[in-house]
């Protein structure tokens, strides 16, 4: 019989060093009933096979101790789809640049020049883009449908990245309001008596708007929700030409804007808040949009919005009127851009 010392000396001059481990461990194996082929590194040994590095997704990491890459801000917005919702300013309204922009048979006014133009072309969304914001859109109007449209909620889905959406606007009746200060007839009074009703307004928006941000989330629970302000329309220089809007009552109007987005503001961190408390996805920002058009004021020599535009066979203001222009849009749309690029200030996945 062979010595236990000769064997040793004969696989040593044989196979080596290695080649003693391995058939050590195949010994061992074939003592405790294991085939030999089930460990993927004796099989890489002898046989030159299971050699390969394991995939990522193989490996498994602890999730609290090595957790996984957070996706960057544009990643976190355009994996999906995009979608812009709202009223007019971001259906673009006021800034019409083609035939087709003045189409009086498209009801909601969503004009070539919006800000959603821009976006949708600044990034790629592999699951494309789509523009449903709608010229005089309330919070009820965007879940509900407005002009025989079906609700703007029902465009968006579990698939859409980016919700880009302006709302608030109406619910307070900011353009009768302004109205009521162009309009100006001896029993009328004060522009500024209106704040009364604005406030009682200012109060429902402040219920209706994060009721609507969930329902936004809930129906894109993986997206980036990014609201916008408004911005000021008035210099409070001087009076406006044909507006009839004095520089007292002008800095009431833009304090009436600042305040409506200090309420979108407020209601979007608070959203966002409650989605990072639970670790979800998804996040809720905002664009402050109040100094957007600075130096281009109603007014300017260069305005970014559009002054007072009547249609005297109706003896009433047109919709453009207080709306954005061409490079009104285009100012928003860096904005939004912007945003985009920079991400909540916090971590996204």
């Excluded at 957070?70 to 309204?93: H, I, K, M, Q, R």
């Excluded at 609201?227 to 002008?250: H, R």
């Excluded at 409506?260 to 670790?279: F, K, N, S, T």
Aim: aromatic letters at 8%; proline letters at 5%; glycine letters at 12%.
């Amino acid at each position: 019989m062979t010595s236990p010392g000769s064997w040793v000396r004969w696989v040593r001059g044989r196979l080596g060093e290695r080649g003693l481990a391995v058939a050590a461990m195949a010994g061992l194996l074939a003592l405790g009933g294991v085939p030999l082929v089930a460990l993927p590194a004796v099989r890489c040994e002898v046989f030159g096979g299971g050699c390969r590095e394991p995939r990522p997704e193989e490996v498994r990491a602890d999730p609290v101790s090595a957790p996984g890459k957070g996706l960057t801000p544009v990643e976190a917005a355009t994996w999906g789809s995009y979608v812009a919702l709202g009223d007019s300013y971001s259906a673009g309204v006021g800034a019409e640049a083609s035939i087709a922009d003045q189409n009086p048979l498209e009801r909601c006014h969503r004009t070539s020049k919006a800000y959603y133009h821009e976006v949708s072309k600044a990034f790629a969304f592999p699951k494309g883009s789509a523009f449903w914001a709608c010229s005089g859109a309330t919070t009820a109007d965007v879940r509900d449908g407005r002009h025989g449209e079906p609700s703007q909620l029902g465009r968006i889905g579990a698939d859409t990245s980016l919700v880009t959406m302006s709302v608030g606007g109406n619910d307070i009746g900011f353009s009768k309001v302004v109205a009521g200060c162009v309009v100006k007839l001896p029993w009328s009074g004060s522009c500024t008596r209106q704040g009364g009703d604005i406030a009682g307004k200012m109060s429902d928006l402040r219920r209706n708007l994060p009721a609507l941000i969930a329902e936004v989330h809930a129906r894109a629970p993986r997206a980036r929700i990014v609201l916008m302000g408004y911005p000021k329309a008035f210099s409070e220089v001087k009076g406006t030409s044909g507006d009839n809007i004095s520089v007292t009552e002008q800095q009431w109007l833009n304090a009436r804007a600042y305040d409506l987005g200090q309420l979108v503001r407020q209601a979007a961190a608070e959203a966002d808040a409650r989605i990072a408390a639970r670790r979800g996805q998804g996040s809720v920002e905002f664009v402050d949009a109040y100094s957007a058009f600075a130096g281009h004021e109603v007014g300017s020599s260069d305005p970014y919005m559009n002054g007072l535009t009547l249609n005297l066979s109706a003896f009433q203001a047109e919709a453009r009127s207080y709306h954005p222009t061409v490079n009104g849009q285009h100012a928003l749309a860096g904005l939004f851009i912007e945003q985009i690029k920079k991400g909540p200030g916090r971590r996204l996945s």
